[in-house]
């Protein structure tokens, strides 16, 4: 099934598996999820969170500096 994805400025569609998480997802994505806040389908979401075909996911990378 495909997901819509938002990463930073850039949108794409990616295919997972039926029954997917956020945190299956993230992980084909080389991303860490202790280092993004994930909105699905625009409200703020766990890992555990099902997808399902059509879902929209917005990445958000935690900014830290010093």
Do not use: Y
Not at 10 to 37: F, H, M, P, Q
Not at 39 to 64: F, H, Q, S, W, Y
Request: proline share 2%; with cysteine.
């Amino acid at each position: 099934m495909k997901i819509k994805v938002k990463l930073d400025s850039k949108k794409s569609e990616v295919e997972v598996a039926e029954g997917s998480t956020v945190d299956e997802l993230l992980e084909k994505l080389g991303i860490n999820r202790e280092t993004v806040l994930v909105r699905l389908n625009k409200e703020i979401c766990t890992e555990e969170e099902k997808l399902k075909p059509g879902d929209t996911i917005e990445i958000i990378r935690a900014v830290t500096g010093g």
